[in-house]
C-alpha cells in the first residue's frame, strides 16, 4: 500500500516561530487532508489539498503532487498550536477512499 | 454547521465484555468510515460502508462487526474485549461522488474506549 512519511517526528518551537511540516508519499494521490490532533484526541481538519496551494489565517499548505510531497507552514506560532499533525492520503490505485496517515509530527510550542 | 456525533464520549469496559459505539454522520453524507487510533499511533482504517453497503474493510478483528442502518447512522460493535483493545475510535463521514475518491472525511469528536 501507500506510504506517508512525515518529517520531522517531533518539533519544539519558542512562541511567535514559524515552522515547516512535511509530508512524503510514495505514490499518486486524489485526496491528502492535513489534520491537528490536539490534547484532548480530536482530529480538526486543516486542509484538503491533493495539489496547490491554500491558506487560512496563520497556517498555509502546499503540494508538490508530481513530486509526492506537501508542506504545512505555521507562522507565529501560539501555545494553542501544540499537538499532533497529521498527513492522511487517498491513493488514485484502487476503487476505496479510506485515508492512510502518517506517523504524525508533535509540536510543542512553549511560552 | 452540523458535524459528525460520536457516542458515547468515554467508556470503559471489562475484559471479556461487549461495546457499541455510534456514529452519525453529517447529513445528507453517504459514506461512513470507522478509524480506531492506539495510544501513540496514527489512526488505522477498520471499515467503510457506501449507502448502507460495506464497501471497503481494514484490519478489523473478526470480534468486531459494524454496520450502516436506514438513517444512515452507524453502530460498531466490538465483543470479547481484549487489553489492546483500549484506543480512541474515530467515525469519519464523507459526501463520496460515485467512482471518485475525491472527498474530505469529517471527524467525529471519538469515543475513548478503555478495557480494564
Known amino acids: 500500500g501507500i506510504q506517508v512519511e512525515q518529517s520531522p517526528p517531533d518539533l519544539i518551537l519558542q512562541e511567535g516561530a514559524n515552522s515547516t511540516l512535511r509530508c512524503n508519499f510514495s505514490d499518486s494521490v486524489n485526496n491528502l487532508q492535513w489534520f491537528h490532533q490536539n490534547p484532548w484526541g480530536q482530529l480538526i481538519n486543516l486542509f484538503y489539498?491533493?495539489?496547490g496551494t491554500k491558506q487560512n489565517g496563520r497556517l498555509s499548505a502546499t503540494t508538490v503532487a508530481t513530486e509526492r510531497y506537501s508542506l504545512l507552514y505555521i507562522s507565529s506560532s501560539q501555545t494553542t498550536d501544540s499537538g499532533v499533525y497529521f498527513c492522511a492520503v487517498v491513493p488514485w490505485a484502487g476503487a476505496n477512499s479510506k485515508l492512510t496517515f502518517g506517523k504524525g509530527i508533535t509540536l510543542s510550542v512553549r511560552p | 454547521a452540523a458535524g459528525v456525533i460520536q457516542s458515547p464520549r468515554h467508556l470503559i469496559k471489562e475484559k471479556r465484555e461487549t461495546a457499541t459505539l455510534k456514529c452519525y454522520p453529517i447529513p445528507r453524507h453517504d459514506t461512513v468510515y470507522w478509524y480506531q487510533q492506539g495510544p501513540g499511533q496514527d489512526p488505522q482504517f477498520l471499515i467503510s460502508?457506501?449507502?448502507?453497503?460495506?464497501?471497503d474493510k481494514g484490519s478489523i478483528p473478526d470480534r468486531f462487526s459494524a454496520q450502516q442502518f436506514s438513517d444512515y447512522h452507524s453502530e460498531l460493535n466490538m465483543s470479547s474485549l481484549e487489553l489492546g483493545d483500549s484506543a480512541l475510535y474515530f467515525c469519519?463521514?464523507?459526501?463520496?461522488?460515485?467512482?471518485?475518491?475525491?472527498?474530505?472525511?469529517?471527524f467525529g469528536a471519538g469515543t475513548r474506549l478503555s478495557v480494564l
Open positions: 489539498i491533493p495539489s
Open positions: 469519519a463521514s464523507s459526501l463520496t461522488r460515485q467512482g471518485d475518491a475525491k472527498n474530505i472525511q469529517y
Open positions: 460502508f457506501y449507502e448502507k453497503m460495506q464497501s
